[in-house]
């Protein structure tokens, strides 16, 4: 059973760049598939990004795409998610997620088996 931790989440203004980042932990890293989730304030949570266990192939939503980049160290059983052009509506808590199987709805929440706490990101305007 693996165990995340989310870590570099903050306050920046817009347009800003950050780059959160979710460690593992109790689990074979490169077995993964991995996911990053955002949950706003009032809203589901959404997709944000995924990973598949190489880090050959990379999916985002549209909402991100071309802004957001994910990648993993599996070395050092990290995950990232650069973001570049923040925008307000990026504030959410960002979690990050693991699952067996591979990319198959990877944009679905229920289809992950792990996750972390999660990390505030804030965007002012």
């Known amino acids: 059973q693996v165990q995340l931790v989310e870590s570099g989440g903050g306050l920046v203004q817009a347009g800003a760049s950050l780059r959160v980042s979710c460690a593992a932990s109790g689990g074979t890293f490169s077995s993964y598939f991995m996911g990053w989730f955002r949950q706003a304030p009032g809203k589901e949570r959404e997709f944000v990004a995924a990973i598949n266990r190489s880090g050959g192939s990379t999916y985002y939503a549209d909402s991100v795409k071309g802004r957001f980049a994910i990648s993993r160290d599996n070395a050092r059983s990290t995950v990232y998610l650069k973001m570049n052009s923040l925008k307000p509506e990026d504030t959410a808590v960002y979690y990050c997620?693991?699952?067996?199987?591979?990319?198959?709805?990877?944009?679905?929440?229920?289809?992950?088996?792990?996750w972390g706490q999660g990390t505030q990101v804030t965007v002012s305007s």
């Open positions: 997620a693991a699952r067996v199987f591979g990319s198959a709805g990877y944009s679905y929440s229920t289809n992950y088996n792990y």
